[in-house]
């Protein structure tokens, strides 16, 4: 498949490195020549400098030969035009991102109905998503919903004085007998991601993944050494549609929100649309505001503004006065490794929240897909195609490459763990860990 990917920012590169690696064939666009000649060194894309707005560019980026164009430039505008012209030469599907709250609202759907997309991401909804789906889980920095709720991924790093610290995949595993309720799909360890086997011990400081049905959750948690403690207080740093998307979520929920906004005029218009919340006129790099709104006394801060340094710098102030977990927003990804040495909690990023969405659509048999910031791999969910390779086959029999694991697979609404011996049937959904070059093999195995 032939890929136009508009916009080489972090969200652009991230989907056409993604789509790169499972075969397709993919051309990014970018006004930024620097930020192109990077990315021809470390991916393997076709570049082409200029606007995706120009009808010479896309043909030079193959638009002709195109089966989908992704627009994920921080230009609403641009990504519209930029649809709106692949779908007037014959591209069969497009993507756009839009972030404007005006550009998402009842009034503006004949705009994007008229620039074709076919789908439309919110990076805004996403990333709150993300928040959301944390609140479960203090302690875990990535949980995704996968087979209708009935299976959890959980990733988490492992403190020293967690019970599965020391022990091999067996021997947990022979602890779980007969019926595992969860299982370990990848280890991350350094710089490396492993899709692990029985013989992998675990340490102190591995990034793990665990499939979990909905029922053993409570388990999963004091196994990894998490806290089970509940947020009822929390601090969003921030006032933008992402903080005012999760503060009408969560006190909905009955959980006390504040949220520090230093716009004046954003700060009053959260202040009348939001009565439950607390709203406060300040900059969050002012330790003597946040001193004075007590930010130590939180629960949860989640610092959501556009700008990194901001960000980090104010979630390790939290920390450092008793905040219990913090979560930064980060935008340029080479800060990552620095974030958990320093005492940042969670790092999320707007890429993998709205590449998730991209390769979902992408992949049109996969009901879902998450990616993360660390490591390379991640979990597909998808449905056993009757009479696909794998229908009535034993899951040992599969003959998946060693970086596929078969965590779990859903049959009549049940969670099961998957074993060896498990045997998949027509319309099973399946939740497996995937490292992206073997991404191909499992959709072909599975139908």
Known sequence: MHVIVVGAGEVGSYVADRLSREGHDVAIVDRDVARLRQLADDLDVLTVAGSGTHPQVLERAGVADADLLVAVTSNDEVNLIASLLAKSIGVARTIVRIEAAELRAPEAEGVREASGADLVIDPDAETAAEVLELLDFPGADEVAYMAENEVIVIGARLPEHAPLVGRTLKEIGEEFEPDWDFVVGSIGRGDETIIPRRDHRLEAGDHLRVAVKR?????????????????????????????????????????????????????????????????????????????????????????????????????????????????????RLALLSLLGQAGVDVALSPRTATANGVLRFVRGDVAAVATFLQGNAEVLELEVAPESPADGALVKDLGLPKDVLIGALVRDGKAQIARGRSRLRGRDHIVAFAMPEAVDEVHRVLG
């Open 215 to 331: 029922r053993a959750r409570r388990l999963v948690v004091e196994l990894l050494g998490l806290d089970r403690g509940s947020l009822n207080r929390i601090m969003l740093l921030g006032g933008g549609r992402t903080a005012e998307i999760l503060a009408e979520r969560l006190t909905a929920r009955g959980v006390q929100v504040v949220i520090v906004e230093r716009n004046p005029d954003r700060a009053r218009e959260l202040a009348e649309h939001l009565h439950d919340a607390l709203i406060l006129e300040g900059d969050i790099a002012d330790a003597d505001l946040l001193e004075e709104a007590d930010i130590g006394r939180y629960d949860m801060v989640v610092a959501l503004t556009g700008e990194d340094d901001a960000n980090i710098l104010a979630c390790l102030y939290a920390k450092s006065v008793g905040a219990g977990e913090t979560v930064a927003t980060v935008h």
